[in-house]
Every structure is written in C-alpha cells, then in structure tokens.
C-alpha cells in the first residue's frame, strides 16, 4: 500500500537495525513523546530488534491519559443531563473517573456519540436545534486544528447550541517539564511527527540547547521509529543535542501555518493540569474571547465532588518514564483493561495497554538482526 | 383461513379508516387477520415449500432423500442477528441470517438442510424494507441449498426494537463417512492453519455506512455461505481438525479461543494474512486492528500440516474461498496464546479483545 508498505519493509528495517548495532556503545535511554509511537513500537515488537543497551520509554503523549480525572468527571456529569448529546473520539468513552466512565453513563441512558471529526459534532448540533450537543476536545497540538475550526464554525454559523468541553494540552511545556525534574532517565527524545506537522519544530530547538539533549521529530511507521532512534542514539554518540528531522515527508520547520492562526484566532494558551503528572504551566489552550461562549465549563458550572485517583496506579511514574508498565505491581493483577486502574490501560495509545495486549508482560530477550558485519555484543 | 376468506367476500364498507400496509402495526404481531396477511402475502411467496405451508406449530421432516444412513449425524444450530443498518453494502440482515446459521452448521462439517426463522419487527417498520429483507433470504435460502420449513412473528412497540431482529435456528447433516471429530478438541501441534479469503470487509462495510464514512470503490460486506468450501474439502478427503467461522471478533479472536481452550500456540505470520487494501487503509484510519473485525463469509481451517497443499488446491477451486491462503501453524509454547511474528520481523502477542475496538483519538 503506498505510503505504508514502504515504511514496513522488513529488508529496510534490518538494515537499520544493524546500523544501530554499530553505532551504539554504551547504555541510551530514549523517550518516544507519542503514544502512537509506543503503539508501534510495541505492535511490531520493534524492541526486539535493538540492542539491549537502549532502553525506550514511553513519553506522556496520550492524550486520553493525560486527561485530567476531574474533567473525565465534569464529562461524565454534562453527558447524564437530558438535554444533551455527549460526542467524544472512541477512546476516551472507557476512561475510568472518580466513580463511572462515559461507556457506564451510555449504559445507563445518557446519549453518548463518538464521532470522528468535532465538525460531526458541529453537524449534529445543526440537525438537532432542541438538544444541547458537547463536544470533548482532547488532544495534543494535532488534534487542535480541528477543534479550533469546529468552534470558529459554529460562531460563523452562529450555532447555539453547541459547545466543547477543552483539554488541550501542549508537548514542548510537558518535555520541559520532565527534563527538569531531578528524577529524569531521559538522555533523547522522538518527538511527535504530527505534532510537528501542524506546529513545526522551531519550539524544539531551545530545548535541545538548555538541556543539552537531542531531539529528533519522528514519524509513525516502524521504519521511521528506527531510523529516528538511529538519529537520536548517532547524536548522543557523538556528544551532539541537535533538533532534526526525521519526518521530512509530512513535517516541515515552520509547520502549517494557516492551522497555527486558526488554533491562535480561537485558544489561548493556558496552565493544565496533566493526570499523572500534576500542573504544567503554560501547557494548554482554552477557547479565547468571542469563542468562550462555546465553552462547556462555563455553561455547565461544576457541582461535582473532588475527584478520587486509584492510591495503586502509578501512571505518573509511567508518564515519565521512570517505570515501565510491568514494573508496576497492579499490572495485570488489579489493572487489566476490563478493570483498569488508570488512563494509561485504556487508550490504544496508553503504554499499559500496549504492554498488556502486545504480550510485554515481561522484560524480553533482544533478538539481533541476522545479518553479516553485524558486530556481537 | 376460513375466517380470512369470509372476511375479503363480505366487503364489508366500515367507517373504521383501512390499515395501511406500508409499514408494520402492532397487529401485524397479534396473530390476527394482519398476521395471516403478513404470512401470506411475504414469507409464504418467499420462502413457500410443503412443510411451511403444512402451517402447522412446527415442522415434520422427512429424513429419507437427505442422506440420513447408519453412523450420520444431525448438527443444530441457532443464531440471532441485529444489525445496524439493517441494509449495507453487499447485504442486508436477511442474507446474515441465513449464512450465519448456515455457515455455523458448515463449520460442524454438516450439510445445511433445514432452516426456522423467528422475525421480532418494529412498530414503523417500513413494509418496503421487510420485503428488501426477505428477499434476499429467499435467494441465499436458494443458493445455500436450505429450505426455511418454520417461523414466527412478534412485533413490538415502536421504540423497543430496532427495525428488525431475526433469529434463525438451522439442522445440518454431518454424512456417515465423516469420521472425525471436527473441533477444537481434534487440533494438533504441527497443524497448518488456512483462512478463506481476504479479511475484515464486513465490518468496515457496516461501519462505513454507520458513521457516514466514504470510500473511493465502496466496501462490501463479504457474506457468503462457505458450505461449498467445506464440502469440497469433506469430499477431497482432507482431514480436517477443526472449522471456525470468523464473525463476531474476527480471526484474532477466534484463535485465541482455539489456543486457549487447547493449551496451544497458534502462529500466525503477518504477512501472509490476507486483508484487501481498501479495508487495510480504512483500518489505519481509524485505528482498527483488521484481525479483530468481523467476517460473515470466511473461516478457518486447521489441516495436518501435510495437507496444506491438498486443502488449499481444493479451496481454491471453490468461488467462496478462492482466495485461500495459509497464514499460520500450532505450536506448543508458550499455551494458550497466539503469537503474530511482525512485517518488520518482531514478535506480538495478539490478546483477546477487552470490549470493542474504539476509534482512536489521532
């Protein structure tokens, strides 16, 4: 399939394999920022292919994991109202909350639609005048675009009945924040190719220069996972902390531009608080001026009660990258996916899901590539 | 029927406005006039043969001239069917209905004979649609060999159904000269596992029409009765250790329960599993795994590893699984999982699915 089976060519991948064999020589610890990433990562068993010296963790980049319990909360609350049609991406419907997900609040008669783009919502809204339709707006700096025009459409077609409840979150301000707690492991980063498609990397490059640490946009597929990790690992080799761009075929420096005015026009940007992680200042956006009529927060004020975490769930821990999943001692025990604990068991971005369903239950054996000049180790 | 037929002479002109037929009462349930007229004027054209129209509670069947001999066996089976939307590209519930049991008895390695379909309709319904829906069951009713010999009606109100429910339940014929158990319970180490075709287009038919999504060349949904595939491989002699249809779940499903229920490994290699392009990209759309959608004409088979060859020569040749492809073998460890050796050469664990696959965000 064009654009894809190019990317997944096991010849191309041994290859690169091999020339990570050869250029690593001493332990790495690299984080990929995207959940899409771990996905591959751990879907194609791309671990099995490094050597034992890299270790990859699994960055906070989930957006359905990041998602603040008291927002799934206030999103359980809103959806129970009569009047209103509850949309959300699949993913975030089992989020579990202090007490029900938005799957339990279906269950029990809320209208609860997943669609796939927030224009759908915007649609609904237009062929259902007498109900009230909610929009959840997760998502990092990718999904932002979208949301932002379903807002600005609505104030174009003066839609009133349609609103959104935002958790946008921002990846430089969560790598910052990670890179200056005095427990990072993080020696490189993947950062997230679509994330940089709409954003560019220009915001990178004063990252890479305070914490000397090398940071390489990469894209989805596992042929550019590897060749990413080869890019990273070949700079920390070679003493360098560079931004580069390994996803040169969807992602440019400056980024797209017109989607970056519209996301400006309608967000600002704001301090989130990350599940998991705690407060990151300058870290989301909220709807801005005209566009805060649209927003669910404050047309349906919070009543609920604080919200409850799981005491055993160490996701935090796992956002990091201090702990992998099946270091954590619920997992698989108390937190599976029919049961979970937390966000990051959920989503199919989530690296406690990708672990319990790939199979990573435990700490594999590294197979090296059978190829000739590769050195032993 | 006496009352009926003194009812239409008498033309009586009442003040009472006529009920329209174009759409299903709750009296068309009542088992009154409505429903005499629903079974006469829908089902018996369709499906119309000399042990439904005994109209009798149940059916008599006779078991001389299908092949009943010393040593055969009777499989039974049964099935409801919901779906929405009711029509979808390449089918409708109707065909499902029909295949589904059909396709269930297949896999038992019996000959589909006898079919009862049980209709749960919704007030509302529009009459066009049931008419759609029959239709088609008559015709893959016709094709699959089987004869619809009992029935039932219920309608319910508006709002408590989903325009149409269907339960079908079937009788198949295992033939005296298959000996073997065919099951999980008869898979062994070292068997080859075939699948019948290209997977995972009914689900992503169904859903393209649910969520509005298009494509450029229009998915269609895949159901098919397999029958003809079995009994080709039945009389080829190959011996088969088991047959699973891969509906609800898909292949990955289905394996896992094999694998579980037998303390085994199956093996599967990624890249000889055979999904159609225009399914694989709408599953990279939208997050989907093409090993857990669902199938409503494909199977599994798992054949000594000898008679790989043999099995999928005579597949082949059969229209409904000419696309046959090996995909994988039995191991002994790790039990109780199914192993997906990667494109790029890694290994995965393919689970059991918790709930159903959900959309992802980006």
Sequence with gaps: ?377 | MADVKVMTEFNLSCPVPRVADDRIVLAHGGGGRLTHQLIEKIFMPAFGNPMLEQRHDGAVLPLEGVGMKTGSRLAFTTDSFVVRPLIFPGGNIGDLAIHGTVNDLAMCGARPLYLSAGFILEEGLAMDTLRTVVASMQQSAAKAGVQLVTGDTKVVDKGKGDGIFVNTSGIGLIEANVKQTIGPSSVQVGDAVIVSGDLGRHGIAILSVREGLEFESPILSDTASVWPAVEALLNAGIEIHCLRDLTRGGLATTLNEIASDRNICIKLEETLIPVQETVQSACEILGLDPLYVANEGRFAVFVPAAQVDAALEVMRKVPVSQESVRVGRVEETPGRTVVLQSRIGGNRVVDMLSGEQLPRIC
């Design chain 1, 1 to 377: 399939m064009k654009f894809l089976s190019e990317y997944r060519d096991q010849k191309a991948a041994d290859q690169l394999a091999q020339q990570i064999w050869k250029k690593v020589t001493r332990p790495w610890t690299v984080m990929e920022i995207c959940g899409g990433q771990t996905h591959t990562i751990v879907k194609c068993g791309l671990e099995d292919l490094l050597p034992r010296d890299i270790t990859l963790v699994h960055g906070p980049g989930c957006p359905v994991c990041v998602t603040p319990i008291d927002l799934i909360d206030k999103a359980v609350a809103i959806a129970r109202r009569p009047e209103v049609i509850f949309c959300s991406f699949g993913d975030m419907l089992r989020v579990p909350g202090s007490s029900k997900s938005l799957f339990d609040a279906k269950a029990e008669g809320a209208d609860v639609r997943i669609v796939y783009s927030p224009l759908d919502a915007l649609k609904l809204a237009k062929s259902n005048p007498d109900r009230q339709v909610v929009f959840f707006a997760v998502g990092f700096e990718t999904t932002a675009p979208a949301n932002a025009m379903a807002a600005w459409q609505a104030d174009h077609d003066q839609v009133e009945n349609f609103s959104q409840l935002v958790s946008h979150v921002l990846v430089p301000p969560a790598m910052e924040a990670l890179l200056s707690s005095e427990s990072c492991v993080v020696q490189g980063f993947l950062a997230a190719g679509h994330v940089c498609t709409v954003m560019g990397y220009e915001e990178y490059f004063p990252i890479a220069e305070r914490y000397r640490v090398p940071i390489v946009v990469t894209g989805f597929e596992p042929l550019d996972i590897l060749e990413g990790i080869f890019m990273t690992v070949s700079q920390l080799e070679e003493c360098r902390h560079e931004v580069e761009n390994q996803y040169v075929r969807a992602t440019r420096r400056e980024g797209n531009r017109p989607a970056q005015e519209r996301i400006t026009e309608v967000f600002e940007v704001v301090n989130r608080q990350w599940r998991g992680l705690g407060e990151i200042p300058a870290s989301g956006f909220q709807l801005r001026g005209r566009f805060q009529k649209y927003d669910a927060n404050r047309r349906y004020p919070s009543s609920a009660e604080p919200a409850r975490e799981s005491l055993e769930c160490i996701s935090g821990l796992i956002l990091q990258g201090i702990k992998k999943p099946h270091e954590c001692p619920a997992f698989a025990v108390k937190c599976t996916p029919e049961n979970p604990l937390g966000a990051p068991m959920v989503s199919s971005e989530g690296a406690c899901a990708a672990y319990y369903h790939y199979g990573r239950r435990q700490s594999h054996d590294r197979i090296q590539p059978e190829l000739s000049g590769t050195p032993s180790r």
